[in-house]
């Protein structure tokens, strides 16, 4: 990794008090990441995560990436991660844009979570507030846009969509570093494949 965690002192640090609270108690929050708001809950907990699916309007047969605040976190649910993938893409990557795809312990992981799948997008995000947002909550949050599905997704505050706003329990103030969404590197197959192309850009030297 490109730096260990340690906490920030903010300005105002009771948002983000409150921010974990609702998020451990079972809420759903919207907050700002390296890359665009994200809407966010604890992985573990099922009614909260049925609960954002419906207020995303998102299929439940679609998996959702997940944000953790170091690679230790991310192995707690996946597999054991390969060399390759820790050394050419976390080691390089994170934290920051590139949420890479693998498979993960399906015990410790919701089926709602990974589509019904044996896999994981699991992510880094290069923002201390989000690290501490997701240190603070003990576990990794939903990583998904905080848009409803389809729509467009949200790099600045003002392009929240006040319905979704309106649905969920808090908004914890701050802002985007990069307003573009993730890249998505499936490692879970080899070779490996870009599922998509965002923030990251990553030399065709390293698909292996």
Known sequence: MKGKYEYTNFEKMQD?????????????VIYPTDTVFGLGCRIDDKAAVKRLFALKKRSEKQSVSVLVDSTAMAETYLLPIPETVKKQLMEVYWPGG???????????????IRGGGQTLGVRVPDHPLTRSLIHGVGIPITGTSANFHGEKTPAMIEDLDRELV??????????C???????????????????????????NSVII
């Not at 409150?18 to 451990?24: L, P, T």
């Not at 573009?180 to 965002?198: E, H, M, V």
């Open 16 to 28: 983000l008090q409150k921010a974990i609270k609702i998020i451990q108690d079972g809420g759903i």
């Open 98 to 112: 590139l949420t890479i795809i693998l498979p993960c312990n399906t015990k410790k992981v919701l089926p709602l």
């Open 166 to 175: 309106k649905q969920v329990d808090f908004v914890l103030p701050g802002a």
């Open 177 to 203: 570093y990069n307003g573009i969404s993730s890249t998505i590197i499936d490692c879970s197959i080899n070779p490996w494949k870009t599922l998509r192309n965002g923030v990251v850009r990553i030399s």
